[in-house]
């Protein structure tokens, strides 16, 4: 056993995270002597260089012609109203002016004003602005360029002013003699003298939850319905400040923020302790000019040698530079006393109630090569140490005492408390520790870790696979993946197990290890997983810390105050308070829960730059209306959060073009770009959230691609209008060149009427020349017909007419009159010779009455007529000209054959026809007469066996009073 000296020291050097600005990354200078911040949340900063803008992406800094501060002697301040208020010295002289619309505007100073630097309080409250020299208050409303002046006097001695403060819209002055008020236009001492105070040198006051905080030197006091105590009289400030620059904030959780010509400090009201803000890397903080919290609660502060903002509401960082051993933190334990045990490789750390005791084990072995990797404590209130190269060792009461690991190599990875007794591993076996010796309680391979399972389960983490076993049988789980049974660390989590792998999360089912979907790290290694005691899930990885409360996922890594990226497998719990300590391999982080704000931060999204690509500037138009010609658009944002910077996100999209959000995580220093527009109405619709938060409102911008000229309505009415002008007067010019037109065919339809009218006469005449040539032509052709008719008849009637008077001879002499009797001689032969003389006489009608039919001049065309009688008389009356040397053959339709139509024409076309096959045929021939009757029609053929109709003769035979005769 030895004894190891132990250091001590106050948690002092704590550091919380902090954003870090300076030249480097664009600040105009590195002096920063005065903060404010304007409505829209831009941050500005008087420096050595002048007055400057910074929108959480870009800085800006204001031209040295505008004459503004720049010396240690100024401040910047927003008024009530919204302007930017600047008083101090530039080169030449003191200047008062204020930032409107873009504009300075210069305030005219006091006449009895100082041209010397000299220190001085600026304040300014409604339409009024204060200035405080030595202890003359200098009054002026914005309504008059008149200053009025109100010394600060108690009794005889002059009250010189510290600081000038608004506190509910009311004007407080701290002064070395008390504190004093304005009371309308009079100075009045304040009540809050009446209390039992430190002193009268008062550096500042402020008010918070309607308890007022007075600060003097080196010691802070509150008022608290009406009752006064001393909050601390221990700030580690010692001096005033020679510019009267002095800042007092206090924040929601009981801190209390303060600098006087010291560095910025916070104090815990509740245990009256103050630490610097110190910031990682600077060994040594810089004397404070201000200290200002904005509208979201970050911190800032501003010195000669940099700016600085301190988000306070997250992490507390501990490493070498805060007086740990070493800067890894490999395992983390809180011990029965509550004392939070920080293991560094090479040493322990004590934190208790603010205070860190260290133990260097290099102390004792100055050759150390191990490391320790795990702490567990055991119930007599020994603390046992697992040395990967240097075996088992166990400190109490800052005794330390080493036990021969020989059984285990020596190699001792990780520690266990199981059914009340310390379990000791090595890689591929555990062991019992009881009563100072080590017994196998059983053998597996690969091991890295073993984690408690409750009362009665104990989890082997290997390389190989996850063992649970209750000491007697066990059950391994293993995954198809390698990287699955690569495991770290196990937690019980909605009675489900959840295994930290090499593959992120797995979960155990069914003797697997398969990947937890609900809360997907693939790609990230994970190490430690904590239940806390609200059931959210911490699982540490190679990337940071996630917190999941089975719906949300926070992430936290070093680009958000956690010290380091890469936790360690054992260096991940939550105390006895709520807190969360994560130990990682830049140090440790305390994440007070009981303390945490969830971040409903949302960026202030405002529009930097509208324009087109061919370099119309559209941003400060109130009609955004873009030609159609140039309808191509970038687009540029202000997003204006400091929460952090660097863990904005946001989306946008265009209404009107587009259906889904885009993804961006900068749209201040690049532009969002629409090329090749419709013409038509958009929107464009953008919003932010910072780190995991509530997504902003949009915001949104509206603006028109105008259309093209000729797609406009009133080119489109303009056209309409033109088109009917145009149709007007082309119908006008129509209706005139109609009427024209009209006169002219009236005159040539006159012209024409007369000569058609002489035409007509002359047709007329020639039709009467013709009509009686036709005439004759047909009586021509009537005379001849009707010789040959003529003929035919006589020939006809003729051998009748003989019968008849050969008969009436031979009448005459058988017949002899007697008397007044007439006696027949011989009757047979009179009864003959009548006989002949009555068949003369009936041939003779036949032929009569063929012959009436023949020259019928009816005109009716629906007589029933008997085709083949008609035939049959036209042979009758032209049997003269057949007899001798014709033969006609009749093939008549063996049933009666009848037509509709006019007899008498019928007559004379059967007539003509016969005739022209008569005259056709030169000597004997035949002539072949068919009728048929076919589907309600009659064909009648005549054909003979003449000479026939030449092809000449055939083209013309349809041609009226045509003829070969």
């Known amino acids: 056993m030895e004894n190891i000296p132990v250091k001590m020291n106050l948690l002092f050097s704590q550091f919380y995270p902090a954003q870090t600005y300076s030249t480097t990354n664009g600040m105009p200078s590195n002096s920063v002597f005065s903060i404010t911040q304007a409505e829209n949340r831009m941050m500005w900063f008087i420096t050595s260089k002048g007055v400057a803008t910074y929108d959480a992406s870009e800085w800006y800094l204001f031209p040295e012609s505008l004459n503004l501060p720049f010396t240690e002697h100024s401040y910047i ?116 003298n009446k209390y039992p105070l430190q002193s009268n040198n008062i550096l500042s006051i402020n008010k918070h939850n309607n308890a007022f905080y007075i600060l003097g030197l080196n010691w802070i006091g509150k008022v608290d319905e009406n009752e006064y105590k001393l909050v601390s009289n221990d700030l580690g400030i010692f001096t005033e400040s020679g510019f009267k620059k002095y800042s007092l904030e206090i924040d929601n959780t009981g801190r209390v923020y303060y600098s006087s010509f010291s560095p910025a400090s916070v104090l815990n009201e509740k245990t009256g302790r103050w630490i610097p803000l110190k910031v990682l890397g600077r060994q040594q903080n810089v004397l404070s000019n201000q200290i200002f919290v904005d509208a979201e609660s970050n911190y800032w502060v501003g010195d000669n040698r940099g700016l600085f903002k301190f988000n306070l509401l997250r992490f507390q960082n501990f490493n070498s530079n805060t007086d740990l051993i070493e800067d890894e933190v490999s395992s983390i334990y809180e011990s029965s006393n509550g004392r939070i045990i920080l293991a560094n490789p090479r040493g322990l750390n004590f934190y208790d109630k603010g205070e860190i005791t260290s133990i260097d084990l290099r102390n004792r072995y100055p050759n150390f090569l191990t490391r320790i990797l795990d702490v567990e404590e055991t119930k ?53 520790f009881k009563d100072g010796r080590l017994s196998l309680f059983g053998e597996y391979n690969g091991i890295r870790n073993i984690i408690a399972l409750g009362s009665d389960k104990l989890a082997i983490l290997s390389f190989q696979g ?82 999941f409360d089975g719906k949300e996922v926070n992430h936290f890594n070093k680009r958000n105050g956690l010290i380091g990226n890469e936790v360690n497998r054992n260096a991940l719990i939550e105390d006895s308070n709520g807190n969360i300590w994560i130990g990682t391999d830049s140090g440790v982080s305390l994440f007070e829960q009981t303390e945490e704000v969830e971040s409903q931060h949302v960026p202030v999204i405002e529009l930097k730059k509208f324009s087109t690509l061919a370099g119309t500037d559209l941003t400060k138009r109130n009609e955004k209306s873009i030609e159609y010609n140039e309808n191509s658009i970038e687009l540029k944002f202000r997003t204006i959060s400091f929460f952090n910077e660097q863990e904005m996100s946001f989306q946008y999209k265009l209404s009107g073009f587009e259906e889904n959000w885009n993804e961006a995580s900068d749209i201040s220093t690049s532009f969002i770009r629409y090329t090749n527009l419709d013409p038509g109405q958009y929107q464009f619709l953008v919003k932010g959230r910072v780190e995991f938060g509530a997504w902003s409102e ?5 603006f028109e691609i105008q259309k093209p000229f000729y797609q406009t309505a009133w080119f489109i009415i303009l056209i309409i209008v033109l088109l009917i002008a ?67 008849v006589a020939h006809e009637i003729n051998n009748p007419l003989n019968y008849i008077k050969a008969g009436s001879e031979i009448v005459k002499q058988l017949t002899e009159e007697k008397g007044s009797s007439v006696v027949i001689e011989d009757k047979d032969t009179f009864k003959t010779v009548l006989s002949g003389i009555d ?81 056709a045929i030169e000597g004997d021939g035949t002539i072949t007469i068919s009728t048929v009757e076919s589907n309600d029609e009659v064909i009648v053929s005549i054909s003979d066996t003449g000479s026939g109709i030449s092809e000449e003769v055939r083209k013309k035979i349809f041609d009226p009073f045509f003829t070969t005769k």
């Open 77 to 192: 301040q927003k008024g009530t109203d919204g302007k930017i208020w600047v008083a101090g010295y530039n080169k030449s002289e003191f200047t008062l002016q204020y930032h409107e619309n873009g504009n300075w505007v210069k305030v005219v100073v006091p006449e009895e004003w100082t041209e010397q630097r000299t220190p001085f309080s600026f304040k300014t409250i409604g339409k009024k602005v204060f200035l405080g020299l030595e202890n003359r208050l200098f009054m002026l409303n914005e309504s008059n360029s008149k200053w009025e002046v109100r010394k600060l006097e108690n009794g005889s001695k002059k009250a010189e002013i510290n600081s000038l403060v608004g506190i509910d819209g009311a004007l407080f002055i701290s002064t070395r003699e008390g504190i004093y008020e304005l009371d309308g236009d009079s100075i009045i001492r304040s009540p809050l």
């Open 380 to 432: 007599d209130g020994r603390v046992f140490l697992a040395l990967s190269g240097g075996g088992l060792v166990s400190m109490n009461n800052g005794t330390v005492r080493s036990y021969d690991s020989g059984i285990l190599n020596n190699a001792v990875i990780t520690l266990a408390t199981f059914k009340g007794d310390l379990l000791v591993a090595n890689y591929n076996s555990i062991y019992r």
């Open 466 to 547: 996850v063992y649970i076993t209750d000491g007697v049988t066990t059950q391994k789980y293993i995954s198809n993946q390698n990287s699955l049974n690569s495991t770290f660390d196990i937690e019980e989590w909605k009675n489900e197990y959840l295994v930290a792998t090499e593959n992120g999360l797995g979960i155990l089912k069914a003797g697997e290890i398969v990947e937890y979907d609900a809360f997907a790290l693939r790609g990230t290694s994970a190490y430690s997983i904590l239940k806390d005691s609200n059931n959210n899930l911490w699982v540490g990885t190679n990337d940071g810390i996630f917190k």
């Open 698 to 702: 949009p915001y949104s911008l509206n």
């Open 726 to 792: 145009v149709a007007y007067s082309i119908y006008r010019i129509r209706v005139l060149f109609l009427i024209k037109q009209r006169e002219t065919l009236r005159k040539l339809v006159t012209r024409r009427t007369e000569e058609i009218d002489m035409q007509n006469r002359s047709l007329k005449e020639a039709y009467r020349d013709l009509e009686q040539a036709h005439i004759k032509l047909v009586q021509t052709e009537k005379m001849a017909a009707l010789g040959v008719l003529t003929a035919g």
């Open 839 to 919: 068949l003369g006489v009936q041939k003779i009608l036949n032929i009569t009455r063929s012959l009436g039919s023949f020259s019928s001049t009816s005109d009716k065309i629906n007589n029933t007529i008997h085709i083949n009688k008609v035939l049959d008389d036209t042979l009758i009356i032209l049997e003269h000209e057949l007899r001798g040397r014709i033969k006609v053959i009749k093939e008549y339709d063996s049933q009666s054959v009848y037509v509709v139509g006019n007899e008498g024409k019928l007559y004379q076309v059967f007539s003509n026809l016969v005739v022209n096959s008569i005259h």
